[in-house]
Each structure stands twice: as C-alpha cells, then as structure tokens.
C-alpha cells in the first residue's frame, strides 16, 4: 500500500530504495519557506543500518505488512539458533542478531512468534515475560530498607538482573524480558 510521505509514523514498516525499514521516529517540520516535510529515522531490518531521510507530502513509499508465524524455539548452534514452525515441523536457522539481546532469555519448547517478509525472517517476538530461577544474589546490607534498594542477582540464564532485598538464592521471579527488570516473584 503506497503511503504519502508526510503520512509516515513510527513504528511503520516502509520499503524504500530497494530495503525494509522500520520508522523509529519523525519530525514534521513546515519552514517559512518551501513546503512541509516529514524528518523520518529509520532502521534497516534486514542488516541494521540506519537511514535519515527527508520526504515531502508528494513523495510516495511502499508500506509493507509483515506476515507473523508462530515458531518454537528448539536450541542452539553456534551463532544461530534453531526455530521449528508449529504447523508443518520444517526447522529454520536464524542468526542470533536478528533475535538481540532477547536471546538471552531463549528457553528450550519457547513459543515465538517471527515477522516474515516474503518468506525472510525479520525479526523474533518473545513473550514479554518469562520465569528465571536465581542462581547467585548479593546479601543484603544492614540498614538497607525495603522501599528503593536493590541488589544484583545472576539468572539460571546468566543474565544480571536488580531484585528487591527479600531476593535470595533459588528464588524463582518473573523478568520482563525486554527491559531485563525484576516483576514479581513467580507463583
């Protein structure tokens, strides 16, 4: 679907000089003279590269609708990790880049869902939140209160995370996966 450039907004997907773009921010800018424009950053899904570009109200571009799919997350291997599509079993191998520092937070069976484009994995969607068992936590300091403080502790996954100072070793939490932050202690 063609879109009119001052009709971009963030977090569209745009096909523009022969790349996927995703719009990570915008400036409307009307001067004194000359027409509006839209200032518009983007970033390339494909290999990451960032584009800062000017379009006016008669320029055109391309708004892509990506297709999701829903994968399960099998393992590991080397620098790819290995996905299975739910519905015909056919395994796929991405690269760890495209899924961020989210793979840390990859468990064995996890549900997934990819952002295809053309049949191209763009991108992986965690679940927001995933349980983490505490594997190491600093003990708390005398005089310490229960209201701001907190304290670092090692994940089962080797990911640091900042807990509350009631935290202690072998507690299982709920961290949200994106902001790598303490929720909640799990059920």
Known sequence: ????????RPGNIIEYEGGIWKVTKIQHTQPGKGGAYMQVEAK??????????RFRSADTV??????TKDFQYLYAEGDDLVFMDKDTYEQINISKDV????????????????ELWEERPISVELPEQIEATIVEADAVVKGQTASSSYKPAIL?????VMVPPHITSGTRIVVNVYDREYVRRAD
């Open 1 to 8: 679907m063609k879109i009119s450039g001052v009709d971009i």
């Open 44 to 53: 390339n899904l494909i290999d990451g590269r960032k584009l800062n570009n």
């Open 62 to 67: 391309e708004k892509v609708r990506l297709d």
């Open 99 to 114: 899924v961020g520092e989210a793979a840390d937070f990859l468990q064995d069976g996890m549900e997934v869902v990819l």
């Open 156 to 160: 089962d996954n080797g990911v640091r």
